[in-house]
């Protein structure tokens, strides 16, 4: 016997029970659909802040600049006072044989001391001290440097992301253009106005597209796995560009403009200049080996100490209490040769540092020109598809047309289609581009900051 059905069909239920069923089900769509309003899409400056907090590459920079900069601190606790106390503690068992006595004495002597030095003359000390401030200097570009790589990389992660969406849903709109004009294919088929080969050819890019598909699929979840990681943690859906999206030119737009902000505040150009100081210091250090050094100490003592009374013949405790203060000096003589030849050495490691200033200026300069025309290029290049889109919009509906009174074939209708979106592509690829060439323009002239990620985040559809 077969069982009843068991699901009641909705028009067999009483009047009263029916509203209610539909009220309840009134407010479970209206939930869902209220979830989706509220669920915004994440944009580009809070994903930024989120990298910040969770990336492990720019922590480990936060990281390291904080250890960089007790550098400082190290090379001038060289030039405050060095207090020491030392304390000794001895337990001693003694036999004193004297005038036909023996006597055994166990004592527990002690020592303490409490010691002073302070440099009054150490220029080595005091060019350290200098090296280190300059060191701290060159922590806060490298960290600065950090902060900027970390902007590019969760940049080229976003729009990567928004490329492999681009392209998956420009493949799905191709995918159900194809099967509409299948249909079309096939019905025109039966009727006897078209040949198989319409419908064939239709069939074919169908499966193509099913295919290519698949593979935007997986690009789309490889990029998305590439901006997790960055981010740390899950990321959904994304504020886009919108299509009437005009991008202006870099300002100033001037390659010599740019060029010359590279050569001065380049992070790499500037860590090249303060490492020329520090190499000086270290010339100076080297030359320093030849003046003498000058130091102050003070010194307090306590020691208990036994002493032998040759008349009674025993020993008995005497504690000395002393305090010395002095000057120390020390003047080098001779060396070896050890010395100058660690000037000689310093002298050429400067002249390496002196060099590679140059080279950062003109790789600066470099950049610039080459980044300032790769943002020309790519801005060049939304224009010209604006205009290719425009004019395969028109050509994909004119073979349309066409086709429907017959005078194109169906594979004229696809590959218009395969053109208009292969445009749309390359457009949002082109925008893109454009962006993120910007940014590497602006991080080659030191200016690469959370201020443009704002910018370019007032660009997307919140």
């Not at 200098?130 to 902060?147: C, D, I, R, T």
């Not at 009437?244 to 870099?250: E, G, K, M, N, Y």
């Not at 500037?270 to 490492?275: E, G, S, T, V």
């Amino acid at each position: 016997m077969t069982q009843p059905d068991q699901t009641v069909p909705l028009r067999h239920v009483s009047g009263f029970k029916q509203c209610l069923l539909m009220a309840l089900l009134g407010l479970v769509f209206a939930g869902h659909a209220a979830w989706g309003q509220t669920a915004a899409p994440q944009n580009l400056l809070k994903l930024y802040n989120l990298a910040k907090q969770n990336d492990p590459t720019f922590q480990a920079a936060a990281s390291q600049l904080r250890a960089d900069l007790e550098t400082e601190n190290q090379a001038f606790s060289a030039l405050l006072p060095n207090i020491n106390f030392g304390a000794r503690i001895e337990k001693q068992d003694n036999t004193y044989d004297a005038f036909g006595m023996s006597i055994e004495a166990s004592r527990n002597p002690g020592t303490y001391s409490l010691v002073l030095n302070q440099a009054l003359f150490r220029p080595q000390a005091w060019e350290t001290y200098k090296q280190s401030q300059l060191s701290g200097e060159v922590a806060k570009l490298q960290f600065q440097q950090a902060e900027q790589e970390l902007v590019l990389r969760l940049t080229r992660a976003y729009f990567d992301l928004l490329t492999a969406q681009n392209d998956l849903s420009s493949i799905r709109d191709q995918k159900a253009a194809i099967a509409e004009q299948l249909a079309l294919a096939k019905a025109n088929f039966e009727v006897g106005s078209a040949t198989v080969t319409d419908q064939q050819e239709a069939q074919a890019r169908f499966d193509l597209a099913v295919a290519q598909e698949l593979a935007a699929e997986n690009q789309l979840a490889q990029r998305k796995l590439q901006l997790e990681t960055i981010v740390g943690m899950p990321v959904d859906k994304l504020a886009t560009l919108a299509p009437s999206t005009q991008l202006s030119a870099p300002s100033p737009n001037t390659t010599e403009a740019w060029a010359e902000q590279s050569r001065n505040n380049n992070l790499i150009a500037q860590q090249a200049r303060l490492a020329k100081l520090i190499a000086k210091g270290e010339s100076n250090k080297a030359k320093y080996g030849h003046l003498p050094t000058l130091d102050l100490t003070a010194q307090m003592v306590e020691t208990e100490q036994q002493i032998f009374d040759g008349n009674t013949g025993r020993p008995f405790d005497l504690g000395v209490d002393s305090t010395t203060i002095g000057l120390v000096m020390n003047i080098p003589i001779f060396s070896g040769g050890g010395t100058q030849s660690q000037v000689r050495q310093q002298a050429a490691l400067l002249e390496k540092a002196m060099n590679n200033v140059e080279l950062a200026s003109r790789n600066a300069t470099q950049a610039a020109k080459s980044a300032f025309l790769g943002v020309q290029t790519s801005l060049a290049q939304v224009k010209a598809l604006e205009t290719a889109l425009a004019s395969s919009e028109l050509a994909l509906k004119s073979n349309k047309t066409a086709y429907e009174v017959g005078v194109r074939i169906n594979v004229d209708v696809l590959n218009a289609q395969q053109q208009f979106n292969a445009t749309q592509r390359d457009l949002s690829k082109a925008k893109y581009a454009s962006l993120i060439n910007m940014l590497e323009l602006q991080a080659v002239a030191g200016q690469l900051n959370a201020e443009s990620v704002q910018q370019i985040n007032q660009l997307l559809i919140q």
